[in-house]
């Protein structure tokens, strides 16, 4: 089966970044290494070389809509359970972060390039970007709320400095005024072939290196809310607000499965907020979604 395959992939992938840790074939500062890699280059050069060649004017907005509109809905729940005192600030923030910023470039790029020889990628690169944007600054914006650290200009700074909104920023400037540099485009090419790989490999890494009983048992019922919660509100928003056909409805629920992205851990530590609990989210909704998106797959060829 396609989906086995993909994942089998990437999971080989991860176990090899594992196993590096293990035999200390790479060292702590080594692998920041590899990570500030994939941060600075790989993927900013994924974006920008995806998005400065694509006509975005011809996506389809819905897909957009229905890749945004099931995090907001869930977040609204989730804000206005907070307001009539049903859950407390910090379950709030770690459920709504748990939600608002996945892992689309790291873990979602590799598995659409393996995925049907990777047919949905281009558009997976393009969910990634928007929803990268998305994912920073609502993730930062709790952040800020949980420890009120930065006001104004230092908070805006914060986002417009983030090397994946700076190859947005430039990659949307390209497509829409049509700039074609084919050899800035080749030689990004090359880097952006990179991150695939290099993401997953790095999350074996992080997994390996982060992993303990206590963050699990910390992080465990906020990974399974949203392991469960968002391809429930993605299934609906589909079913009901959405007609789009049967291929971007299969492309969206498999994109709901994807795991809490990696920098929220990042996050976690510069904001000295609840690092435990978060790091626990990114790997238990990593080890989830091998399970999930499996089940996902399984739902999508029958219900469309």
Excluded: H
Excluded at 17 to 46: H, N
Excluded at 54 to 62: E, R
Excluded at 85 to 106: M, Y
Excluded at 242 to 264: K, T, W
């Amino acid at each position: 089966m396609e989906i086995l395959n993909s994942l089998i992939v990437i999971l080989i992938v991860a176990l090899l970044g594992m196993l590096s840790r293990k035999m200390r074939i790479f060292s702590s500062e080594q692998i920041k290494i590899i990570s500030s890699f994939v941060y600075y280059f790989a993927l900013p050069s994924l974006f920008f070389v995806s998005l400065s060649n694509t006509d975005l004017l011809s996506i389809d907005y819905k897909v957009f809509l229905g890749s945004v509109l099931p995090i907001f809905i869930l977040l609204l729940a989730l804000y206005a359970l907070k307001s009539f005192n049903v859950v407390s600030k910090d379950n709030f923030i770690l459920l709504s972060l748990s939600i608002c910023f996945g892992s689309n470039a790291f873990f979602g790029v590799a598995f659409f390039e393996t995925l049907y020889g990777g047919k949905w990628l281009s558009i997976a690169i393009l969910m990634a970007s928007i929803l990268g944007l998305t994912g920073i600054v609502l993730s930062l914006i709790y952040f800020e709320y949980a420890n009120k650290k930065d006001k104004g200009w230092t908070f805006f700074l914060k986002i417009i400095k983030n090397p994946l909104i700076i190859s947005l920023f430039l990659g949307v400037l390209c497509s829409f005024f049509r700039i074609r540099l084919e050899v800035v485009t080749n030689a990004l090419s090359l880097l952006g072939k990179t991150a695939g790989g290099l993401a997953i490999f790095s999350l074996g890494i992080f997994i390996y290196d982060n992993f303990s009983l206590q963050s699990v048992k910390k992080a465990f019922l906020y990974s399974i809310f949203r392991s469960l919660a968002l391809p429930i509100s993605t299934y609906l928003v589909i079913l009901f607000c959405m007609d789009i056909n049967n291929e971007l409805r299969r492309f969206l629920l498999l994109q709901s499965g994807i795991p809490a992205a990696i920098s929220l851990a990042v996050f976690a530590e510069r904001y000295e907020y609840k690092l435990a609990e978060i790091t626990g989210i990114v790997i238990i909704t990593s080890i989830l979604s091998f399970i999930g998106l499996f089940i996902l797959f399984i739902i999508s060829e029958v219900a469309f």
